[in-house]
């Protein structure tokens, strides 16, 4: 990718990107002999353009008052910068802890170290890390001539660090307020080693003009670096006046360019062919494509055949391991089998040999026999004998089990009534200290005191007897609550009849009211209209006194009318506020009516609901007695 040569050189201030021929686009041969035409008018400037125009071979360098001296390269003094990166963000600290900790560890850090050293070192730890980095620069760092301070600032700043480092944070490497600061500084050190590390690409890019890249960002990258190695050299080239090394630079940038557009064109023709084998086999494979629904029929038809062979070689797998089983077994018979004949044939030998060597006669044998006939029966006579005893004893062992059953179905019911009843445990209202509640003991079924068979309880003496006085006074407690209740139905009773006299004597209270309210209603409205007969004989009055023309007697007139109109207004006041006094009475009245009605049905409700808590719990006591005919049918 070889930059256009425009007819005189580029200032260095502005790096136009447009200048260098696209990827893959080449150079033309036009283009490369007008850029070699151009290089024979002189060297141009390099140095931004300034007033002075194209007649100026140099701009302003070469202006009458400056011709005798170079312009300066150094950069004026600018004031302090403000560090822009968030060294007390945590995260940022963390990363770069990280940073630090791993350029450590892998170039042969002699000292132990770890993310928690670093997140708050001391002085020590921090002289012993920054020496390390610095001598990766310089050897020579910390020989003893400055301090500690002095040394890293002066280093720091001939590094070209962009940022300030104070020397009181250097003393106070680990507080809070500084460490930030110089873990930046640190990161900024360990990138820059990194930097150094790096391996860099040939600066000429001789014998690897066409090497091949894996992608175009990659391609990017060096050509990049290739440009401002070359801007590097040609500016230094510029700088000393070397026209002839700024050409050869020039052509070895253009050359270096051009071997990258072959690769890429290469690459691109590679890519073209690969593309037109793609077509073809997009193209065969859209042509077979018509047999595709043929084929996925035949496909699922296969599959079908497929998942019956599967099934059909489960179960002959399952058959032949039930086969295998089946051999196993048979097998394992076989050989027991022979092992029971091998020793009934051992046995038999050794009869007959026993046989061969017996001195017993024939008659001997027979009386053998037929005492062992005789040993034989009465074997199965006690044999039948026996089985007689062991049926009758199972007999009575299944009576006893079936007795012992009910007998403890009994005592259950008899403890969980007990409960009920508040005798067991022996602590219990109505125990009084007594055992009530029977455990069966079987290991003294046998003995003849029955309390010890039932648990040390004295069923005839004392649970029976307890039980006995206990229903008697069960029976006396609900006559007693049998007449409550029924006195409780009495009061209910009257309670209700004169619930209902108070209603009634409400709603006759409330009649009363609502006539005395119409007839105050009437009185209202017959004063209402004799003040306005009232009204209109004075608006005649006034009509008439107007007419009046003599004064003495129009002044009269007036007082009269107003006499009678005061006489009015003081009758219609009294009136009214005897209207007041009696309605008040007849509201107070009512009012009261009401609220001896309210307290009255308050009273009904509460004895009613304490009336319904007694009948409840008089039910619950009668519960639990037992009618003295059933308990009587049962001992029976």
């Known amino acids: 990718m070889a930059p256009k040569v425009p007819s005189r050189r580029k200032t260095l201030s502005v790096v136009n990107e447009n200048s260098r021929v696209p990827v893959g686009g080449g150079t033309s041969d036009s283009s490369k002999k007008s850029s070699r035409s151009t290089k024979s008018r002189g060297r141009m400037s390099m140095a931004p353009r300034m007033a002075g125009g194209e007649n100026n071979p140099r701009g302003s360098d070469f202006s009458p008052s400056r011709r005798d001296r170079r312009k300066s390269i150094i950069p004026p003094p600018t004031t302090a910068k403000t ?63 400055l301090k500690f301070e002095d040394e890293v600032s002066m280093a720091f700043k001939f590094l070209g660090y962009p940022f300030p480092i104070s020397k009181t944070a250097l003393v106070a490497a680990g507080a809070p307020h500084t460490w930030p600061t110089l873990l930046g500084a640190l990161t900024w050190l360990v990138e820059l080693l990194q930097c150094e590390e790096a391996d860099v690409p040939e600066a000429r890019g001789e014998g690897d003009e066409a090497a091949a890249f894996s992608s175009l960002d990659e391609l990017a990258i060096k050509s990049d670096k290739q440009f401002f190695l070359y801007l590097a050299d040609a500016y230094s080239a510029f700088l000393v006046g070397d026209d002839k090394k700024q050409e050869i630079l ?37 042509k077979r494509s018509e047999d595709l629904p043929s084929m996925e029929k035949k496909r699922e038809a296969l599959a079908v055949d497929l998942e019956k062979f599967h099934s059909l070689v489960a179960q002959m797998e399952n058959h032949k391991a039930t086969c295998n089983q089946n051999v196993e077994e048979r097998t394992a018979e076989f050989k027991r ?11 038999v030998d050794i009869l007959k040999e026993k046989l061969k060597t017996q001195t017993f006669s024939v008659d001997d044998v027979k009386k053998m026999q037929n005492q062992k006939e005789r040993i034989m029966d009465s074997i199965e006579r006690v044999s039948n004998s026996k089985q007689a005893y062991n049926k009758a004893k199972w007999e009575r062992e299944m009576e006893f089990s079936n007795l012992l059953e009910q007998l403890e179905a009994l005592v259950m019911k008899y403890n969980s009534e007990g409960k009920e009843l508040a005798l067991i445990p022996e602590s219990a209202k109505n125990a009084q ?56 139905q009495d009061t209910l009773e009257s309670s209700k009849k004169l619930s209902k006299e108070l209603l009634d004597g409400i709603d006759i209270f409330t009649g009363k ?51 009678k109109c005061a006489e009015l207004e003081v009758l219609r006041l009294q009136y009214q506020q005897d209207s007041i006094l009696r309605k008040r009475a007849v509201h107070d009245e009512i009012e009261n009516a009401i609220r001896l009605c309210h307290d009255h049905t308050e009273y009904q409700q509460k004895k009613v609901l304490e009336l319904d808590s007694f009948i409840q719990d008089s039910k619950n006591n009668l519960d639990h007695v037992v009618d003295p005919n059933f308990r009587g049918s049962s001992n029976e």
């Open 83 to 145: 560090d822009p990166r968030p060294l007390t963000d945590k995260a940022y600290m963390n990363a770069s802890i990280r940073t630090v900790l791993q350029f450590l560890n892998s170039n042969g850090y002699e000292y132990p170290v770890s993310h928690k050293v670093l997140t708050r070192p001391s002085g020590k730890d921090f002289s012993q890390v920054v020496t390390f980095l610095l001598r990766k620069v310089d050897h020579t760092f910390m020989d003893g001539t």
């Open 250 to 286: 020039e052509l070895e940038l253009i050359d270096f360019f051009e071997g990258d557009n072959q690769v890429i064109l290469g690459e691109v023709e590679r890519l073209t062919d690969v593309n037109a084998g793609i077509v073809e086999t997009v193209e065969d494979l859209m």
């Open 337 to 347: 089998h022979d092992e029971e004949l091998e020793q009934v044939t051992l046995r």
């Open 433 to 488: 200290g007594k055992r009530f509640m029977i455990e069966i003991d079987k290991a003294n079924a046998h003995e003849v005191d029955q309390s010890k068979f039932l648990g040390g309880v004295d069923v005839q003496n004392v649970a029976k007897k307890s039980i006995s006085e206990l229903k008697t006074k069960y029976v006396e407690q609900t006559a007693e609550a049998k007449r409550e209740f029924l006195e409780l």
């Open 513 to 563: 009211q609502a006539k005395h309210e119409e007839g105050l209603n009437r009185e209202i409205e017959g004063q209402e209209s004799i003040l306005k007969i009232r009204l209109k004989e004075v608006e005649s009055v006034e009509t008439v006194v107007s007419a009046m023309r003599d004064p003495v007697s129009l002044e009269e007139a007036i007082t009269k009318n107003q006499r």
